[in-house]
């Protein structure tokens, strides 16, 4: 079997388990202090539980919207299998990791990361407006939704937006997402990250991230629109809700396979001994800290989506693991 096929393999098992990947297995190098800050972030308690006195079935006598049933937690858990963990967005993953570590091979590795690195710092910041489109979506159903529900789901999706501007309940304020990855950027590669930014901006820039507007383009246009589902406002939300699911659910493989490829990248190549100083924090944070984000968007999707609303979940799943595979797709052949 090659290399491709045995990486899909294994790591195709890892996300049948995605649920319960713990930090301890993703390999030792992973700075203490950082280390116990992703453990304090993972283990705060009540992120992922329902906040008390705000459940379904606590909803204020006679709010009608409110009595609609809601997605089965067993319909929900089955469509993050058949459509994530089985999807093609992992194998595409799984492809760009395997490259990833291909690099190790060869001379030209820093020169041969730039467009990744133009497209990986364009994409990471792209889903910021994304996860924003996907709260004003359960926000504006204003009206149309049970009070109750769409406040508690509410409560749940601003978490992790918060947390990309460095906001996390009882801690002080920290670094936001994008100093984290300028900061890693800088340490592989001992140049600033403006480096790369100043090459990849405007329409012909030379290092132009062509993969990650598409993708861009096509979540804002699918969230917006609610898939185009139609004019109810609680469809579309529940569009949105799943289409966040999708996107956090898939950044937790995403970000524990980057973390290992780039542990194995500088074993390779030796950087420690060249005397770089890394900086994996980005990537630690995210390899830990995403499995929260799936359980919270699994979390926001049971408090508000409807049970009639499956579809529409299902659809905003398949919508972004297509578009989401074809831009790790184009990330692998850049670097195969
Ligand atoms: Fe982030
Ligand atoms: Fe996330």
Known sequence: MNRVATRTRTRAAKVATVGSLRFEQRGPGARRASQAKCRAIAKRPGKVEPVEGTSPATRA?????????????????????????????????????????????????????????????????????????????????????????????????????????????????????????????????????????????????ELAPHAGRLLFAQMMRDVSTGGGRGDDPVEQASYALGYNLAVEYLADPEKTWLLESFRRLSEGLGWELEGRRLDWEFLEVHALGEKEHADIGHRAVALFVPSSHEAAVRQAMEDHDRDFAVYYNHLASVLE
């Not at 990361?113 to 889903?127: C, G, K, R, T």
């Open 61 to 205: 006598p006679g709010d009608e919207l409110g009595h609609q049933e809601k997605i089965s937690e067993q319909a929900l858990r089955n469509l993050e299998v058949e459509v994530l963990s089985e999807g093609e967005g992992v194998k595409a993953l799984g492809r760009f990791n395997d490259a990833l570590e291909g690099l190790a091979g060869r001379k030209d590795w820093d020169r041969a990361l730039e467009p990744v690195w133009a497209e990986m710092a364009y994409n990471l910041e792209s889903f910021n407006p994304v996860f924003t489109a996907c709260m004003l979506k359960v926000q504006c159903t204003i009206g149309s939704s049970d009070y109750v529900s769409r406040d508690a789901c509410l409560q749940n999706l601003i978490q992790p937006l918060a947390g990309e501007y460095g906001l996390h309940e009882r801690d002080p304020l920290g670094k936001t997402h994008r100093q984290l990855f300028s900061d890693w950027y800088t340490s592989v590669t001992r140049k600033p990250l403006s480096s790369i930014l100043e090459r990849s901006e405007g329409p012909d820039a």
